[in-house]
């Protein structure tokens, strides 16, 4: 982290020939439980992990925004007097994007300088780890101190989600940015994505002996395109046939009556969505009142119906989950969008080498390519780092 934040500094005073204000910073995540039940406003459980975008920004004494970044070679610019969605494109939607929500929520963007900013990150890319709001976020906590704006930070995750969904074109909910943006060390985030109330959870991993371990499958997943939009889409479907606002507002004593006036996919969808939300509840209440090592289960039951109701897992994370739980894990669950990505394992801190070599094992067996596994921590949320 200490490579990263000097690092960018340096980078920075090299593309543009002068010191940052400021380096702020925002984490990826990882979602504990409660997959595609934030746009259906339910529940979600997410934390944010020890992965970081870090922004070098420095106001300027014009209107131009640029932007470059370690992970892209080029320079990206845009006056702030032309800044709208559609000059917006590729990697630099992600951070300019933000720049041009501020201004949707209220930010007097005619009364502000332009900025030069420099990106670097140890987030993987697609790897299901939000590597996108990280970007948002750490952009957005350095925009709203050098522009003086005061926004809470559940209003800068409303920003961030606004500049996916328009400025990006990803019909995502507010989970990333939330997590990102009020993640705290050691905890999850639960958050109602109805009130956008949330609370922080202790996870309690360490006094239990336990790591959470990411296994990367390296198969890509795209939120702009395909089945993420579609299920959103069945979603919603599946709340207007309902006759509800969304799906939150279906409980698992209504899921009879669903079965019988929706298609058997739509209901599918739905199930998932209903369940997946009542998991939420159970696992929050369950890490408060008995600890990590009793949530298995739940997160077991959240693969499966993500696998068979939702449809948005793959061979190579049904693998990975598997292998998981057949060599010590406690429980383990893809986590993300799906279609790729990655998947979580609750491990015993002793068993973790056994889980990395099994996978090896069994991705090569199955003539898959080796996953990228690794350990997490719960880490904070953006901040100033200096
Ligand atoms: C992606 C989206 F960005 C989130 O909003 C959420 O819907 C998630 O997929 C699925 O739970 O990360």
Known sequence: MTDLRTGVRDDFAEVFGREPDGVWSAPGRVNLIGEHTDYNLGFVLPFAINRRTVAAVGARDDRMLRVGSTFADELVEVSLDELRPEVLSGWSAYPLGVAWALGEFGADLQAVPGVDILLDSNVPVGAGLSSSAA??????????????????????????????????????????????????????????????????????????????????????HAHATGGYADRRASCEEGARVLGVEALRDVSVADLDRAREVLDDVTFRRVRHIVTEDQRVLDTVRTLREQGPRAIGELLDASHVSMRDDFEISVPELDLAVETAQANGAIGARMTGGGFGGSAI????????????????????????????????????GARRES
């Open 135 to 220: 970007i948002e976020s750490a952009v957005l906590v350095a925009l709203d101190e050098l522009w003086r704006l005061g926004f809470d930070r559940r209003t800068l995750a409303r920003v961030g989600q606004r500049a996916e969904n328009v400025a990006v074109g990803a019909p995502t909910g507010i989970m990333d940015q939330s997590a990102s943006l009020l993640g705290r060390r050691d905890a999850a985030v639960f958050l109602d994505c109805r009130s956008l109330e949330s609370q922080i959870v202790p996870l309690g991993l360490e006094e239990a002996g336990l790591e959470i371990l990411i296994i990367d499958t390296g198969v890509t």
């Open 345 to 380: 394992a609750l491990v015993p801190s002793d068993a973790v080498s056994r889980v990395q070599v099994a996978l090896d094992g069994a991705f090569a067996e199955h003539a898959f390519a080796a996953p990228d596994v690794f350990t997490v921590a719960a880490s904070e």
